[in-house]
């Protein structure tokens, strides 16, 4: 299991922040603990993190790549469009309070963006996280089906029909993509699956 303690500091100091580093953490955790997330939680990060120490020899700023890791659902709320938004507004803020570089505070932004998934990933640090945050999609059958009632269950207050139309839309989207990982490493690992995970959803619903 990912050590949090471990990961964050070498996050945080690795990309040259210099103070409240156990505050900001233990802020976000806090945030990844809120009643109404289901999938977006600690359990989501530390799949992430996780998944990170497998490659953190591929992107150009792996400090970087993991401070994004921890910051990109730190704002979630469920009636909200700008919750990428304002979790990179969040990182920027908290790296430059902490003495971080405007450069790295900027770029942390905006791999945070990235976690929209509207735009093909820029450069191997986009790549890195946005093929971490859906690597959820090429998972084995059991964490896909958790998924996907985590995912139901945070928009528990939606109706059925409502859900399903939107939530069909979605996963197609996924589905219709050349491709779903960009970097080679994942798509190996789990492009084949994502495919099949996605196709045996759709058809369920």
Not at 138 to 156: C, L, V
Request: with cysteine.
């Amino acid at each position: 299991m990912t050590d949090l303690v471990l990961s964050w500091a070498r996050a945080w100091h690795g990309a040259g922040a210099c103070s409240g580093g156990e505050a900001v953490r233990a802020a976000l955790l806090e945030r990844y603990a809120e009643p109404q997330r289901k999938y977006h939680t600690q359990q989501h990060l530390r799949e992430c993190l996780q998944l990170f120490e497998s490659v953190k020899q591929l992107p150009a700023h792996p400090a970087e790549v993991e401070l994004t890791l921890w910051f990109h659902d730190a704002i979630y709320d469920l009636t909200g469009a700008d919750n990428e938004e304002r979790s990179a507004s969040l990182a920027r803020a908290s790296l430059l309070e902490a003495g971080a570089g405007p450069e790295v505070a900027s770029r942390v932004a905006g791999l945070v963006m990235a976690t929209r998934h509207t735009a093909v990933a820029a450069d191997a640090d986009e790549q890195v996280v946005v093929d971490i945050d859906l690597a959820i999609l090429g998972a084995n059958q059991e964490r896909f089906a958790e998924y996907e009632r985590q995912i139901r269950d945070e928009y528990a207050w939606v109706p059925g029909w409502l859900f399903r139309r939107k939530r069909r839309a979605v996963l197609q989207s996924f589905l219709e993509r050349p491709r779903i990982y960009a970097t080679p490493h994942f798509a190996a690992l789990f492009e084949a699956r994502a495919r099949a995970n996605l196709a045996a959803a759709l058809g369920n619903r």
